[in-house]
Nanobody, 127 residues
Framework: QVQLQESGGGLVQAGDSLRLSCAAS????????VAWFRQAPGKEREFVSA????????IYADSAKGRFTISGDGAKNTVYLQMNSLKPEDTAVYYC????????????????????WGRGTQVTVSS
């Protein structure tokens, strides 16, 4: 099993920055990649970004490109999401998720593909 714990959320103003952290524990050697998803009130959960655990390949949703940066620290078993130029529409609960190592070595963007989930951290951006 893998446990994921998000932190770093909060209330900020439009244009501000936040860095979210996702700390993994347990059988972290079985992880292939880690992703960030978010869910705004009344909306479905959506993909934000993902990173492969070893090669650090990254992918981003269009809404995140140019503003968000995902990175990883293997020594700390932690993945970060640096969010700059935040907008009110970025307001959501942000979740990190991990996918186990598989033969496909792909970073999926669908939540159903991920095996482990954290409980989420709230990000609120005021205008």
């Amino acid at each position: 099993q893998v446990q994921l714990q998000e932190s770093g959320g909060g209330l900020v103003q439009a244009g501000d920055s936040l860095r979210l952290s996702c700390a993994a524990s347990g059988r972290t050697f079985s992880i292939y990649g880690v992703a960030w998803f978010r869910q705004a009130p009344g909306k479905e959960r959506e993909f934000v970004s993902a990173i492969s655990w070893s090669s650090h390949n990254t992918i981003y949703a269009d809404s995140a490109k140019g503003r968000f940066t995902i990175s990883g620290d293997g020594a700390k078993n932690t993945v970060y999401l640096q969010m700059n130029s935040l907008k009110p529409e970025d307001t959501a609960v942000y979740y990190c998720a991990a996918i186990k190592l598989t033969l496909s070595l792909a970073l999926p963007v669908t939540e159903g593909s991920y095996d482990y989930w954290g409980r989420g951290t709230q990000v609120t951006v005021s205008s």
